[in-house]
């Protein structure tokens, strides 16, 4: 279930730093159309204990995740699913 227009109007134009001495995992996204699609996961994503970047290319359904250590994935699908995307697997 998506969140945005079936248009795709919504947008944004946030950019995003990722530590190089981070661990970073790259996540594929169902649902996501638009830039409010993107802030909703990065906000949800971001929220989780020891992440420090998020980001989101909603085009190619890709979220990459760096964090201090390696992330449980159920935490972070469940964080995905809660802001109504569904995470479908790493890359």
């Known amino acids: 279930m998506s969140c945005c227009s079936t248009d795709g109007t919504c947008s944004t134009g946030a950019t995003v730093t990722v530590d190089p001495l981070a661990v970073t995992t790259v996540y594929t996204v169902a649902g996501m159309t638009c830039g409010h699609c993107e802030q909703a996961v990065t906000k949800a994503v971001s929220a989780l204990p020891g992440v420090t970047a ?38």
Do not use: I, P
């Open 54 to 91: 998020v980001s989101v290319d909603v085009a190619a359904g890709l979220v990459t995740v760096s964090a201090a250590a390696e992330l449980d994935d159920a935490a972070l699908s469940a964080a995905v699913d809660d802001a109504g995307y569904e995470l479908t697997g790493r890359v």
